[in-house]
């Protein structure tokens, strides 16, 4: 079956640029149907949509966090990938990527998450 | 886009019967029949148990079920056992492509 594993470091300095790929497993992210997205959980909070990819390469970012973004795919590694810059102390998450099923806005499937905490 | 509006704690005893809300906007949850909720036992990811507002996910219990009327939408938990001790979140579409949370709700069975 379909599996999500988020990788990237857990640690970034405040002002840098956190990056993380999700690579996917048992599916292509090229396939039609679903959005592969980046959703984040502050600590012991809840639940921030932060954007998400097509199979297109279309994107769509939550607005809010619009201006520090960018959400790109690589097919040939089957990856998906965020960047936020101008990191602070709080986009200190849980970071988890996820499949959300195209016409339903319902992320069915999630990875296990990473912890990305922003600090020097 | 403000987040969705969720209780913060609900009860219920073993057998009952607990209701949580998630109250949206008119540009949110009133707009779209597109509202997803989910489940997420401490430490994991969230699992979704009920999408496009009443539909059911294969695999999850029919004690799960979803509604909405207006501008809230509701997820009932019937039948409640010691494993669906969690927090749930709510999810709805809210045009332009984007999605809006939630804020959580901690599910305690007594």
């Known amino acids: 079956q379909v599996q999500l594993q988020e990788s990237g470091p857990g640690l970034v300095k405040p002002s840098q640029t956190l990056s993380l790929t999700c690579t996917v497993s048992g599916g292509s992210i090229s396939s039609a149907g679903f959005y592969w997205s980046w959703i984040r959980q502050h600590p012991g909070k809840g639940l921030e949509w932060i954007g998400y990819?097509?199979?297109?390469?279309?994107?769509y970012y939550n607005p809010s966090l619009k201006s520090r973004i960018t959400i790109s795919g690589d097919t040939s590694k089957n990856q998906f990938s965020l960047k936020l810059n101008s990191v602070t102390a709080a986009d200190t998450a849980v970071y988890y990527c996820?499949?959300?099923?195209?016409?339903?806005?319902?992320?069915?499937?999630w990875g296990q998450g990473t912890l990305v905490t922003v600090s020097s | 886009q403000s987040a969705l509006t969720q209780p913060p704690s609900a009860s219920g005893s073993p057998g009952q019967s607990v209701t949580i809300s998630c109250t949206g906007t008119?540009?949110?949850?009133?707009?779209?029949?597109?509202v997803s909720w989910y489940q997420q036992h401490p430490g994991k990811a969230p699992k979704f148990v009920i999408y496009e507002v009443s539909k059911r996910p294969s695999g999850v219990p029919d004690r799960f079920s979803g509604s909405k009327s207006g501008n809230t939408a509701s997820l009932t938990v019937s039948g409640l056992q010691a494993e669906d001790e969690a927090d749930y979140y709510c999810?709805?579409?809210?045009?332009?492509?984007?999605?809006?949370f939630g804020g959580g709700t901690k599910l305690t069975v007594l």
């Open positions: 990819i097509y199979h297109s390469g279309s994107t």
């Open positions: 999810c709805s579409y809210a045009g332009g492509n984007t999605l809006v």
């Open positions: 996820a499949r959300i099923i195209d016409g339903t806005a319902a992320v069915g499937l």
């Open positions: 008119s540009s949110d949850v009133g707009a779209y029949n597109l």
